[in-house]
């Protein structure tokens, strides 16, 4: 898929607030500072598309982009260690299940995990809830380029085991580098083929011409 326009679509603060839309919706969810917004950003190949911080839990809000007027790509609020109150992060994550169960265009979610890191019970409950809630969800391995391949194959195989101990099955799982663009063809070809498909365009019959040389 080659991403020809890309555009903010407005915010909400929770389902109510989402804006009215037909488009299939694609959601980005992970831990505070799992690289959401870096990826968001890549995928799009727009800088600053979605901001960028160092502090984690900088997405407050739900985030709508409108993606080659096909389709919705979604920042959703992270879970974990946001630097707020407890009351806050709790409303956070109420916003957040609210929309992915409660939003009927939602077409899949991509939960990031960080490469970095062993695979963590928060992101496993995450994974284990997406599934019992029957949403569609696959898997993204962020920030592949800041570890070792031996590393990220490793923690990559301690989370298909994990996942396996569980039994859940996302649809896919990829690895991805906002930085070096890894992953970004796979993801965005992936969510091409969930696409409706285009109509064909009529091609209408030859116009005959030959009773002008009459």
């Known amino acids: ?27 980005f969810v992970g831990r505070s500072n799992v690289g959401k917004s870096s990826l968001v950003n890549m995928l799009a190949e727009v800088k600053g598309l979605a901001k960028i911080s160092g502090t984690p839990g900088k997405t407050k809000l739900i985030n ?19 630097k ?5 992060q709790a409303v956070f994550n109420e916003q957040v299940s609210n929309y992915l169960t409660g939003r009927e265009n939602l077409k899949q979610v991509f ?11 928060t992101d496993l409950a995450f994974i284990d809830w997406l599934q019992q809630c029957k949403i ?8 592949t380029d800041r570890s070792a391949d031996t590393k990220v194959i ?3 195989v301690q989370l298909m085991r994990a996942l396996n101990d569980y039994g859940l ?18 993801i965005v ?25 009459k």
């Open 1 to 27: 898929m080659k991403i020809t326009s890309a555009s903010y679509a407005g915010c909400a603060v929770d389902l109510e607030a989402c804006p009215v839309s037909n488009l299939p919706e694609f959601a």
């Open 64 to 82: 709508f982009f409108r993606i080659n007027d096909r389709w919705t790509l979604v920042d959703l609020p992270g879970y974990g260690f946001a």
């Open 84 to 88: 707020v109150s407890k009351a806050q």
């Open 111 to 121: 939960a990031l995990l960080d490469s970095q890191l062993e695979p963590l019970d």
């Open 136 to 143: 569609p969800y696959s898997i993204i391995f962020t920030k």
């Open 154 to 156: 490793s923690h990559e």
């Open 169 to 186: 099955k996302p649809n896919e799982v990829f690895k991805c580098s906002a930085k070096t663009k890894r992953g970004r063809g796979a």
């Open 189 to 213: 070809n992936w969510i091409e083929g969930q696409l409706p498909k285009k109509p064909k365009k009529k091609q209408g019959k030859a116009i005959q011409l030959g009773w002008m040389k």
